[in-house]
C-alpha cells in the first residue's frame, strides 16, 4: 500500500501521520480519528486503509497532540493523552479536515474509533457537507460519563470520588499537569486531563441532531448500551442510520478487524453510491 508520512501544522507541535493515496481512480477521501490514548498506526487507522484504498478512498491517519498515554519529541517535556484537553483534540481534527479536503478536494468521510468516534460526530454535526460517517464504538461521552465509566470499572473504577476530589483539588492548587494513577484507564492522567473529561467531554446525544449525513454505527456485542448507545443515537440522529453488533467483539476489534473492515468497505460503497444516483 503506498505511504506519505505527513506532518500537519498546529499551532504548537504538528500532527504527524500517514497519507494513503487510492490505488484505483479517487472516489472521495476518508478521515481516520484514532481512539482515546491510540495513535494513527494501531487499530482501524491501520487496519481500515489496505482496504479502503484498494477501492478508491484517499485515506488520512494521524496522531492528535493527545496521542498514545505518554511521548516526548523532542526534549524531557512530556506530551500524549494524559496531558490531553477538548479543545486541542477537536482544533486537531479541524486542522486534518482542513488539510486533507485540500490535498484531494474531496470533503471527507470521518471514520473514528471510541473517543475518536466522538469527537468525529461532535466536528460532523458542525459540516453538513460531510459525506458519511462511521462509528466504531463510539462512547456516549458528555458530562456524566466519568461517572458512568467508573460503574462499568473503567476509568477510576472503586476509587472516582477519591480521584475526583483530588483532581479538583490539585487543579485548584495549579498543580494540574501532576499524574494520578488511574485503575481502568491507561495506568495515568494528570489531574487537568481528568477534570476536562468530568466538566467538557462532548456529548455524542447532544450532537446526533444536527448529523444529517448516512451513519453506520459499529459495536462489538460485549460493549454495554449504556456506555455505547446505539439505539438512542439512531433515535436522536434526523439522517440515515445503520447500526451492525459483531458477535464475540470486544472494544478494540481484536480478531474481529476483517469482519469490521468488511462492514465498512461494503456500506461506504452502497450508501455513497445510492447518493451519487439520486
Known amino acids: 500500500m503506498p505511504t506519505e508520512l505527513v506532518s500537519i501544522a498546529t499551532p504548537t507541535t504538528p500532527l504527524e501521520g500517514a497519507f494513503h493515496p487510492a490505488r484505483s481512480a479517487s472516489r472521495g477521501s476518508v478521515q481516520l480519528f484514532h481512539g482515546n490514548t491510540m495513535n494513527f498506526y494501531v487499530g482501524a487507522p491501520r487496519f481500515l486503509p489496505p482496504v479502503l484504498t484498494t477501492d478508491g478512498w484517499d485515506c488520512l491517519a494521524y496522531n492528535r497532540r493527545g496521542h498514545d498515554v505518554l511521548s ?161 443515537f439512531d433515535e436522536a440522529c434526523p439522517g440515515p442510520v445503520d447500526t451492525f453488533r459483531i458477535a464475540g467483539c470486544g472494544h478494540y476489534y481484536t480478531g474481529c478487524e476483517d469482519a469490521v473492515a468488511h462492514k465498512v468497505r461494503e456500506w461506504l460503497g452502497d450508501t455513497l453510491r445510492d447518493r451519487e444516483n439520486k
Open 72 to 232: 516526548n519529541r523532542d526534549s524531557r517535556r512530556l506530551e500524549g493523552g494524559a496531558y490531553q484537553t477538548i479543545a486541542e483534540a477537536l482544533e486537531d481534527d479541524a486542522l486534518a479536515r482542513q488539510w486533507l479536503t485540500a490535498r484531494t478536494g474531496h470533503v471527507p468521510v470521518a471514520i473514528g474509533h471510541s473517543n475518536g468516534g466522538l469527537l468525529a460526530a461532535t466536528q460532523v454535526a458542525t459540516q453538513p457537507e460531510t459525506p458519511a460517517l462511521v462509528l466504531l464504538s463510539a462512547h456516549r461521552g458528555g458530562v456524566g460519563v466519568m461517572r458512568l465509566m467508573a460503574d462499568n470499572g473503567l476509568m477510576a473504577a472503586d476509587r472516582y470520588d477519591e480521584m475526583t476530589a483530588e483532581a479538583r483539588a490539585l487543579v485548584a492548587d495549579g498543580a494540574g499537569d501532576e499524574l494520578m494513577l488511574a485503575p481502568g484507564w491507561w495506568n495515568v492522567i494528570s489531574a487537568r486531563t481528568y477534570v476536562e473529561f468530568l466538566d467538557h467531554c462532548p456529548d455524542l446525544l447532544d450532537a446526533a441532531p444536527a448529523i444529517t449525513c448516512p451513519v453506520l454505527y459499529i459495536v462489538g456485542d460485549e460493549e454495554p448500551e449504556d456506555l455505547y448507545p446505539v439505539a438512542a
